[in-house]
């Protein structure tokens, strides 16, 4: 399994901006990369993907036009940039890799799907 760690989390004023990273432990460039967050007593959801080779992302609606993810083969980190965050966008945010470059909005909602996972950072968004 790749080791992910993650930093950038904390808290913001609804509005605000945040910036994720996500380390590698090898280089990730060729498999599927996600973001996934977990509010208090909700499922975890997907937020983003990212296939870096081919430098083709997809979101989840509720965060279309307000965040981008990106990623930097060359130092095997995946970000994650919050824009006009709300309060809904409280949760514990994971960053996760699938070993496989097949990738697409399907596995947004298929969380099961990815191999190796962070130790997750909180991000809270006060209104």
């Known amino acids: 399994q790749v080791q992910l760690v993650e930093s950038g989390g904390g808290s913001a004023q609804a509005g605000g901006s945040l910036r994720l990273s996500c380390g590698a432990s090898?280089?990730?460039?060729?498999?599927?990369m996600g973001w996934f967050r977990q509010g208090p007593g909700k499922e975890r959801e997907g937020v983003a993907l990212i296939y870096i080779h081919g430098a083709r992302t997809w979101y989840a609606d509720s965060v279309k036009g307000r965040f981008t993810i990106s990623g930097d083969s060359a130092k095997k980190t995946m970000f994650l940039q919050m824009n006009s965050l709300k309060s809904e966008d409280t949760a514990m945010y994971y960053c996760?890799?699938?070993?496989?470059?097949?990738?697409?909005?399907?596995?947004?909602?298929?969380?099961?799907?990815?191999?190796?996972w962070g130790q997750g950072t909180q991000v809270t968004v006060s209104s």
């Open positions: 996760a890799r699938r070993g496989a470059s097949y990738c697409s909005d399907d596995y947004l909602r298929s969380a099961h799907k990815f191999d190796s």
């Open positions: 090898e280089d990730v460039s060729f498999d599927c």
